[in-house]
């Protein structure tokens, strides 16, 4: 029992993921830190959406190298 997705793997899908390794290799050389603090930026926005959700707030403390504290 095989699994067949519901899509065909075409050439025009291949050449299209191959450009787009090009270029995130190209990236990751110039700005290779780049990927973390997308991720970190994310997830702080995730965390805050839902603290907001509950009617909390994220709170930095201590400037740009300090840390996060919720407020209720």
Request: charged share 25%; glycine share 6%; no cysteine.
């Amino acid at each position: 029992m095989s699994y067949k997705p519901p899509y065909s793997i075409t050439s025009k899908i291949l050449n299209l993921v191959s450009e787009i390794s090009e270029i995130v290799a190209k990236l990751e050389i110039y700005e290779p830190k780049i990927p973390l603090k997308l991720r970190k930026d994310n997830q702080i926005k995730t965390i805050t959406g839902t603290l907001e959700n509950e009617q909390n707030r994220l709170q930095r403390v201590g400037g740009k190298g300090g840390y996060w504290i919720v407020k209720v």
